[in-house]
């Protein structure tokens, strides 16, 4: 499908929309390198066969050849057609069988007679093929020859990681997956605008480190994340980007926590600018890889945008036609906003308190005092506030550690400044 874009991000959806991007394949591989000329990109191997929490990575899977065939040799479907006749992790068959058994293998969408499905069994091995619900009728014989040549072999799971390292070690991690042959909006859709953004965000000096992750769907988060639990604690909030390029509007999904500040922030912006917003709760509006990042044990309040749902989803008709350029450019700036704003929120703001006081500071005499009765939290952290004013730790630092509000903690921390009590470093 060559066409002449201008536009970047669709001329990698272009570019990679055809590949079988299984989620351990040469496609998936071939994707995230041409990715790697695009923007700097650490990639992550993990081996099949590793034990990550409770999965197991798989094997790579490959497919030469496939298709069905009457005992005649009238070829009735062939992967040649298209990548998406045989189901993703099929396992290798060869043999005659009655029309019977063969319609226990085949996947159709009657609702959509015309498309081909996309099918997969990563974790159970069986294996199928994907045929146009409108093609079932023309299977008149009794018997039929299946083929499928494919091969499950040690490979690598690959995990795409570029790190855009800001003042701060807290992160904002972003997150699509890269998996899914020919597929555009689902979601090479979101890893397009992902790799814009990360190109962007690395001119500019930021406050946050920015961490955009290409990986194969769940099993690539619960390898990830198992696999560097240690930087868990630095991955602050996060948000997952997917199926944003077809006609839909936007909607919001929130954190499994709801009212986090990515939530709030995210909210505020997309409530402005996006029209007819649609937001939901954690898992009401489309389910993903927020389930691992957002769940037990790792619990990174994570948002996620999307345009879901859409009707050619998992089906041949999720080609580059059914994406708007427009779209495209709408979801990246409500992404850019989003950052934008956590940027401004605390860059600009932020600095180092250091105190000129001795001894605990006589709150009530400097108007210092919190009443717990309208501020409890606030009333609780005070002296914790004023312990930690000895120069090493920012405004954002104390918030943090405090698991507090920025906002409430700089004004607090002001009034210290106004009244002589600090000064700022
Ligand atoms: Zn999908």
């Known amino acids: 499908m060559p066409k002449n874009h201008k536009n970047t991000m669709m001329e990698l959806i272009d570019a990679l929309w055809f590949k079988r991007r299984d989620i351990i394949s040469d496609g998936f591989d071939e994707s995230l390198k041409y990715i790697s000329k695009i923007i700097p990109l650490k990639i992550h191997k993990i081996p099949s066969g590793t034990k990550c929490w409770t999965w197991t990575v798989p094997e790579k899977w490959s497919v030469k050849e496939a298709y069905i065939e009457e005992v005649s040799g009238k070829r009735i479907l062939d992967l040649n057609d298209h990548p998406l006749h045989v ?37 159970e091995r069986d294996w199928g093929f994907c045929i146009q619900h409108e093609k079932l009728k023309e299977l008149s014989k009794e018997k039929y020859k299946v083929f499928i040549d494919s091969k499950f072999e040690k490979g690598n799971l690959k995990v795409g990681d570029c790190t855009i390292r800001g003042k701060s070690k807290k992160t904002i991690v972003l997150v699509s997956h890269l998996c899914h042959p020919c597929q555009a909006n689902d979601d090479l859709a979101g890893v397009s605008i992902l790799v814009d953004l990360a190109k962007e965000i690395s001119r500019r000096n930021n406050f946050y480190t920015y961490k955009f992750l290409f990986l194969p769907e769940t099993i690539g988060s619960v390898a990830y994340l198992s696999g560097n ?38 909210k505020k912006i997309m409530q402005n600018k996006c029209p007819n917003l649609k937001i939901g709760g954690f898992r009401e509006i489309v389910r993903n890889d927020e389930m691992v990042f957002n769940g037990p044990g790792v619990d990174i309040p994570m948002v996620s945008i999307s345009r879901w749902p859409y009707s050619e ?4 008709g999720d080609s580059p036609k059914i994406i708007s350029v427009e779209k495209m450019k709408e979801a990246k700036k409500t992404v850019l906003d989003i950052l934008r704003a956590f940027e401004n929120e605390i860059s600009d703001k932020d600095y180092v308190p250091k105190r000129t006081f001795k001894g605990p500071v006589f709150l009530s005499g400097y108007g210092l005092w919190i009443d717990w009765r309208k501020n409890k939290k606030l009333n609780q952290n005070v002296e914790k506030i004023m312990l930690r004013l000895e120069g090493d730790k920012s405004v954002f630092d104390i918030a943090d550690e405090l698991n507090m509000d920025f906002k409430e903690v700089l004004e607090y921390v002001d009034k210290f400044f106004k009244k002589g009590l600090i000064k700022k470093i």
């Open 87 to 123: 189901m993703s992790y099929s396992l290798p068959v060869n043999k005659i069988i009655g029309k019977k058994e063969l319609l226990k293998h085949l996947r159709s969408r009657p609702d959509m007679p015309k498309a081909i499905p996309f099918e997969f069994k990563y974790y």
């Open 229 to 266: 639990e240690k930087i868990i604690p630095n991955l602050k909030y996060g948000i997952f980007l997917e199926m944003p390029g077809n006609n839909n509007n936007l909607t919001l999904q929130l954190s499994r926590q709801g009212n986090t500040k990515i939530d709030r922030i995210a």
């Open 313 to 316: 989803y998992h089906t041949s």
